[in-house]
Structure formats: structure tokens, C-alpha cells
């Protein structure tokens, strides 16, 4: 399998990592939907040959609209990021877990919204961009530790859905749930980490978390 002829929503793609990881895909001749809040911040998505929505990613009903509208879904990635901390415990304020949390919805939405069509592909997968911090919180991180460790827990609920679907019908595992821990979100190691997932079998990647720090 490659992702060659797949589509491939990028959800919050608006970022540097989000046109790199597009102009990959692309390349490797997958059709790229591409989300962002602004239709002026998609520019050079779309010049790279991305399909661009003009779509919240933390938002159900947005991602559930853009489902309705697209004839398949083969991969998805919420893209929605940033980091605060410093100061120690005191010093994790509620404005910046607040400001950490679209992190969080995203992967929830994204992930009920096309939970669906993942399923119906033969080789779905769903993947998000978590942290080492999940392994080793530190006292200034707590904010940001907290979020990427129950996006991850999301995503491993998304990973059992999965598989008790495929079980509960008696047909092959075919989609999976995939988390990526980075130290620093470096999308040129996170593009090719993911085009690898259409290489391998989802009995093999359902469940798993990858270390590409």
C-alpha cells in the first residue's frame, strides 16, 4: 500500500509544518484537504495543490460538514498546536490551559467526524502529534502535559473503537489510530513518519505510539 490516490485531511494546516507536510503528500500523489480558519493563511496551501476548506478543526459541526462533503476520507491529522508553561506549578495559569485545549478539540472532533469514512477505507488512519512530555511531565509543562496526555488517551479510545468494530463485524482490522511523540514538532521528520503509515498493516499500527524525537 502507499498513500498515492488517497485523501488525506490535514485539519489546522495553516502552519509551516502544515504546508511541508501537504507539499509531501502531495508529491507522493495523495489528495490533500487542507483546513484553516483563514482563508488567507490557505493561500499557499492551495498554491501547492492542496483542496483548502475554510473550516475550525476544534469545531464538530465543521469537520462533520466537510465529511458530508467529501466522497472519501483515507487519513486525517489535527495539526492544531502551540506550547505554554514556565513558572512551575504556580505558575500554570488557566488562561494558558485554556489556550492549550483547541489541541485537544481538535482531536476530538476530528476524530468523531470522520470516524465513519476511516472505517470504510481499506487502509484509514488517524494520527495526532502529542509530546516526550506525556513521559516525563515537569512541573512548568503541567498545562501542556495534561492536554497531550488526554489526546492521547482520546486517540487510544479511537484506536479501541477500531478494533471492536473489525471484531464485532468479523471483517480485518483496516483502520488505525497512531500516536507521534515529538520533542519538537520537526515536520520533515513527521511528513515521512507518516506516508509510512500506508506502508504497514493496521494490525501492526492500531494502538501504537511512535518516538520520533
Not at 465529511?67 to 492544531?80: K, N, S, Y
Request: no cysteine.
Amino acid at each position: 500500500m502507499t498513500v498515492s490516490e488517497r485523501t488525506i485531511v490535514l485539519a489546522g494546516a495553516t502552519s509551516a509544518a502544515g504546508l511541508t507536510l501537504a507539499t509531501t503528500l502531495i508529491a507522493a500523489g495523495a489528495r490533500v484537504v487542507a483546513t484553516g480558519r483563514s482563508a488567507e493563511r490557505l493561500e499557499p496551501l492551495q498554491a501547492a495543490g492542496a483542496q483548502v476548506e475554510v473550516a475550525d478543526a476544534t469545531s464538530l459541526s465543521d469537520m462533520q460538514s466537510l465529511a458530508e462533503r467529501l466522497d472519501q476520507v483515507d487519513g486525517v491529522l489535527p495539526l492544531v498546536g502551540g506550547w505554554r508553561g514556565g513558572g512551575g506549578l504556580a505558575g500554570q495559569s488557566d488562561a494558558d490551559f485554556a489556550a492549550l485545549l483547541p489541541s485537544l478539540e481538535a482531536v476530538r472532533a476530528t476524530s468523531r467526524a470522520f470516524d465513519a469514512a476511516l472505517q470504510e477505507s481499506d487502509a484509514g488512519r488517524f494520527a495526532i502529534v502529542s509530546s516526550t512530555a506525556v513521559a516525563r511531565p515537569l512541573a512548568g509543562g503541567a498545562n501542556y502535559a495534561a492536554v497531550k496526555a488526554a489526546a492521547e488517551a482520546w486517540a487510544r479510545a479511537v484506536a479501541h473503537g477500531f478494533a471492536k468494530t473489525a471484531r464485532d463485524s468479523g471483517a480485518p482490522l483496516r483502520a488505525a489510530s497512531v500516536i507521534f511523540r515529538v520533542k519538537a514538532l520537526d515536520a520533515s521528520v513527521l511528513a515521512p513518519a507518516f506516508l509510512d503509515l500506508w506502508t504497514k498493516d493496521a494490525a501492526e499500527l492500531n494502538d501504537g505510539v511512535r518516538d520520533l524525537s
